[in-house]
């Protein structure tokens, strides 16, 4: 798994550099261990073009993350954990 995030030196539009985690599962642990973390030489207009220059691939699932404003009973998510989130409005109930 990859996670990049820019590195806030610049003003918003300009391009930054990246901090650059890879992580590895461990089955033996059940989760992610990090096996490598490096911050980009180069500005970069976005993180893609970052993970594109160094040749890691990557999927982007930002779009596919579902709202908290949504049902989440597919996820297993109990509404009951959602109530202390500080969020005034509800999860849509069936």
């Not at 930054?16 to 642990?29: E, L, N, Q």
């Not at 404003?69 to 849509?92: A, M, Y």
């Given at each position: 798994m990859?996670?990049w995030?820019?590195i806030?030196?610049?003003?918003h539009?300009?391009?930054h550099?990246?901090?650059i985690?890879?992580y590895?599962w461990d089955s033996?642990k059940?989760n992610?261990?990090?096996?490598n973390?490096?911050v980009?030489?180069n500005?970069f207009?976005?993180?893609e073009?970052a993970?594109?220059?160094y040749?890691?691939?990557y999927?982007?699932?930002r779009?596919?993350?579902?709202?908290?404003?949504?049902?989440?009973?597919?996820?297993?998510i109990?509404?009951?954990f959602?109530?202390?989130?500080?969020s005034?409005?509800?999860?849509i109930?069936k």
């Amino acid at each position: 798994m990859v996670v990049w995030n820019f590195i806030f030196d610049a003003a918003h539009y300009e391009p930054h550099k990246y901090t650059i985690k890879i992580y590895g599962w461990d089955s033996s642990k059940n989760n992610f261990d990090l096996k490598n973390e490096f911050v980009t030489e180069n500005k970069f207009a976005d993180g893609e073009s970052a993970l594109k220059h160094y040749k890691l691939p990557y999927k982007n699932y930002r779009s596919e993350i579902i709202s908290t404003e949504v049902d989440l009973s597919t996820l297993g998510i109990e509404s009951r954990f959602l109530k202390h989130t500080g969020s005034k409005k509800k999860p849509i109930s069936k």
